[in-house]
């Protein structure tokens, strides 16, 4: 969990800051997006190994489906968004 987390952390805040003058190289974009997809590697597996949790979770606490939070997420992202 706390690699996935450092993983992400690095992929949002840092990643492009630290590389920007790397990406207009063709030759050192290819180290960049295999970066890219090992992060991406990290977070996806440990969100993919607590989804079982969260819906448990979310059955437990409202006896609602994790569908309706989902919902709700995406919506209030996306209100969150526009301007």
Same mark, same amino acid.
């Given at each position: 969990? *706390?690699?996935?987390? +450092?993983? /992400?952390? +690095?992929? $949002?805040?840092?990643?492009? !800051?630290?590389? !920007? #003058?790397?990406? =207009?190289?063709?030759?050192? /974009?290819?180290?960049? $997006? +295999?970066? !890219?997809?090992?992060? /991406?590697?990290? &977070?996806? *597996?440990?969100? +993919? @190994?607590?989804?079982?949790? =969260? &819906?448990?979770?979310?059955?437990? $606490?409202?006896? #609602?489906? !994790?569908?309706?939070?989902? %919902?709700?997420? %995406? *919506?209030?992202? &996306? @209100?969150?968004?526009?301007?």
């Amino acid at each position: 969990m *706390a690699t996935a987390l +450092k993983a /992400r952390n +690095k992929l $949002v805040h840092r990643f492009l !800051i630290d590389n !920007i #003058e790397r990406f =207009v190289d063709a030759q050192e /974009r290819v180290p960049l $997006v +295999k970066e !890219i997809r090992e992060l /991406r590697g990290q &977070i996806r *597996a440990s969100h +993919k @190994s607590l989804d079982p949790l =969260v &819906i448990l979770l979310s059955k437990s $606490v409202e006896n #609602e489906p !994790i569908e309706m939070y989902s %919902k709700e997420a %995406k *919506a209030a992202f &996306i @209100s969150s968004t526009e301007a």
